[in-house]
């Protein structure tokens, strides 16, 4: 079975750029959940869905950031104008609702450096 | 609110000693709580989880943690570490929503160096 699938693995760009990733989750996985980790810290949640509804983006900066999953299956996260403190490892990770509890499988993560 | 707190940022131990992972949290019922490991340019792999029930849970790669409410701690133990458990270690809580899966909120993790 296909784990979770991040791209690109890897971004580098200049502050106001934009920069989009993508993540596609485990086949039949109906949650879905992005994360931000700033190096040598904990992830903290941005945003999570169960198919292609918000559950929670309480933690996304919307003037800058969003996310999407339109079909309930892959989705984007899009910064629109990167800042430095943006730099950090943004990880995916995806999960079924069924059964009594959910175990949430992470992604290897897209490594975003903002000079 | 749910919170995590991991009081060592860099633990050392020498292959084949035994190695403990301290992991505090806050939170008002009855938490499941997880520890992730990390190694590098990875994603985080489930080590083992805590459901209510039993206070010991064994883990993969002889990992176990032991649950103590009257301290609200989930501390990680191994009896002889390895090299290959040279990585980052993440300690999470999580509340249960019913049947689906709530958000995770993580430590800071605990650096892990393992020397011969």
């Known amino acids: 079975e296909a784990g979770v699938t991040q791209s690109p693995r890897y971004a580098v760009l200049q502050e106001g750029q934009a920069v989009s990733f993508w993540c596609d989750p485990i086949?039949?996985?109906?949650?879905l959940y992005w994360y931000q980790q700033p190096r040598d810290q904990g992830p903290q949640l941005l945003v999570y869905?169960?198919?292609?509804?918000?559950?929670?983006n309480s933690q996304l900066p919307s003037d800058r950031f969003s996310a999407v999953r339109p079909k309930g299956t892959n989705s984007t996260l899009k910064i629109q104008s990167a800042k430095q403190g943006d730099t950090a490892t943004y990880l995916c990770a995806s999960s079924f609702s069924g059964g009594y509890y959910a175990e949430q499988f992470f992604g290897p993560g897209t490594r975003l450096t903002v000079l | 609110a749910q919170s995590v707190t991991q009081p060592d940022a860099r633990v050392t131990v020498s292959e084949g000693a035994s190695l403990q992972l301290r992991c505090k949290y806050s939170y008002f019922g009855t938490p499941y709580l997880f520890w992730y490991v990390q190694y590098p340019r990875q994603g985080l792999q489930l080590l083992l989880k805590y459901y209510p029930g039993d206070p010991v849970v064994q883990g993969v790669n002889g990992f176990e943690a032991e649950f103590s409410k009257s301290n609200s701690s989930f501390h990680l133990r191994k009896a002889s570490v390895h090299w290959s458990d040279w990585a980052v270690y993440f300690c999470?809580?999580?509340?249960?929503?019913?049947?689906?899966?709530?958000?995770?909120?993580f430590g800071e993790g605990t650096q892990v160096t393992v020397i011969s």
């Open positions: 999470a809580v999580s509340m249960n929503t019913g049947g689906l899966s709530g958000k995770l909120t």
């Open positions: 086949s039949g996985h109906d949650t």
């Open positions: 869905f169960r198919d292609e509804a918000v559950i929670d």
